[in-house]
Structure formats: C-alpha cells, structure tokens
C-alpha cells in the first residue's frame, strides 16, 4: 500500500481509469451470502481493479473462490465461481436436520430458533465437544471447498489473499497466502471451536479467525498496493437494547468478540491519522488508508441460528440485499473511490 493519497475532484464513474481496491471481508457463516451479492455487483464494474482480499471464515472463502475465479475467467469467472460455491453449500445442506422448522416459515423468519435439532446442537454444544460428538472430524465444507477452488491456479492468481486463523497455543493470528492457501487452511478460518475439532496445519492447531481478526487489516496494509479498502461487515457493531434471553445474550456476546479485533486495528488507524509523520513509515501507511464500508441494517435482524441457514432462498435473500447496498454505495460514494474516504473511524476514538 502506498503513502500517497490524491487530493483531486473525483471524475463520474463512467469514465474512471482503473481504481486499485481490497476488500476486508467479515466472517459470519450463511451470512457470508450477503458478501457474495456486494461482490457479485462490484466485480461488474471494470474501473474496480482488485488487489487483495483479507477475509475470515465465510469471507475468507468468498475471497479465495474469488481469486481463483478471477484468474480462471476475469470478472465474470469470479462472479460465476462464487454462485457455484454458494450453490454447493445450499446443495450440501439438503439433508442435514438444521432446518427452519414449520413455526420459523409461518412466522416469515429465516431462524433456526424453533428448529428441534438446533436447539438440540445448541444445548449439547454446552455439555459435549467436537471431540465427542464428532470423533472422525467431518466437516461438509472439506469436499466443497475441494470441488470449488483450483488451488494451484489460486496461489498464481493476480489478485493477493490474506486468510487468518488462530493459533490455539498462542492465541496469535497466522495469515496464510495465496501459495499457502489449502482446504484446511480455509477451514481453520472457519474452525468454531464448539461445532469442529480444531484443524491441525504444520504442528499447529488452529481456530476461527474471528477471535484475532475479523477480518485482519495489517495484510492489506504491508503488502497491497492499493490505497482504497472497502470493508464488507456483517456482524452488526451497534444493537439497540440489552439482551434479556440466554439466546440473545450469547448472540451479543458472540458479535462483540467477533467485532473487538476488528475495531481495535480501526482504532489504532483512526489514531495514526492524527499523529503519524509522512512519508514511507508503517504507521504512515495506515494512516493513508481511504477506508470505506458495505453493511446492510437488515443484519441486525437476523439472530445467531440464521449463520447456520444454507436454504437456497435464504441465501439467495443476502446476495440480493448485498447487490442493493453495494449499488447504493457506488450511488453515494463511487466517486470517492480513489479520492477520499467514506466511513469515519474517528468516533472510535472517543472515551480513550
């Protein structure tokens, strides 16, 4: 990433030379379907130039999928390899017993809340591990993964990912690359320690990325040459009211957890804005980010069993939803893109 930032009138899009970009994709399971529909419709806009990819969980596989699409087929190859990954999930999900039950669909919500077998997963997630409940290891996501992405085309891709996991010994993040990237480097992306045993790479054993960055910015920072980062959030950072059920408590407790690296890295952005020297030093570096960010207010709806819904409408339900803020956000704020930034992080300054 570079140190310099244009300061000229931005130009209408229709007319724009290439604009290096990356993109910081949240993880949050089904809800990575909402990532999908924002990429989806950002990818048909050629002045969009994609750098890097930094994503965890669900958004470190929207960003592999990606990468792998793109050197495949440009563009469109990415576009269409994400409907084909997110088709096999939906696919993958036809017979397994976490579904809506009859209550859910005739109250038109996309929850599991009601569901037999959720409540049934959730309750022995509290008394039972992995470890118990499932010995061997499975996990569905292994064969789709294998079946989506070319990883050897993947680690020659022009377009940079960054995946992170946590390290279980040691609680600090590992960030695998491009000629790094397997089916169990994504799946330790992804690994929740109270559904899947923890995924064991070169000695290690490694845990959801969310816990040490959700997703992480410093990748995007040290190694892209772009100066534009949009991120892509779906694990909502406000919630209005205080949670009373035990349900809603831990689907709070769950997104503060998710977000808290994130906004850590943001604040420490937001602070070297204000004290940072020019130049080509790292913290001039993350000062000189233009950070701009895709959400959709209707996440906040949605409760913790929807991140396990692979119903094909539902999915389909987020890309859509994704596609309209994404348009909405190249309505307000595509001009600013190689200009200025459009998401203030300042407030995150406040009370410190």
Known sequence: MTASASTSAPVAAAHREPVPVDFALQGGGAHGAFTWGVLDRLLQEPWLAIDGLSGTSAGAMNAAVLSDGYAEGGAEGARAALERFWKRVSDGALLSPLRRSPLDILMGSWTMDNSPAFVAMDLAARLFSPYDLNPGGFNPLQDILAKSIDFKRLAQSPIKVFVNATNVRTGRPRVFRNADLTPDALLASACLPMMFQAIEIDGDA???????????????????????????????????????????????????????????????????????????????????????????????????????????????????????????????????????????????????
Request: aromatic share 8%; proline share 5%; net charge negative.
């Open 206 to 352: 490694y845990w959801d990325g969310g816990f040490s960055g959700n997703p992480t910015m410093s990748s995007l920072v040290r190694e892209s040459s772009a100066d534009d980062t949009i991120l892509i959030q779906i694990n909502p950072v406000e919630r209005p009211g205080t949670p009373r059920s035990a349900r809603d408590i831990l689907n709070r407790e769950n997104e503060i957890a998710f977000n808290a690296p994130l906004l850590k890295e943001l604040r420490m952005m937001a602070l070297l804005r204000k004290v940072a020297d020019p130049g080509q030093s790292e913290g001039a570096l993350w000062a000189s980010m233009r950070l701009h960010r895709i959400a959709s207010p209707a996440m906040v709806d949605l409760g913790y069993s929807s991140k396990l819904n692979a119903e094909w409408a539902f999915l389909c339900m987020l890309r859509d939803e994704g596609r309209k803020c994404a348009e909405t956000f190249l309505e307000q704020h595509g001009a600013d893109l190689g200009y200025r930034a459009t998401f203030d992080i300042d407030y995150l300054l406040e009370g410190i």
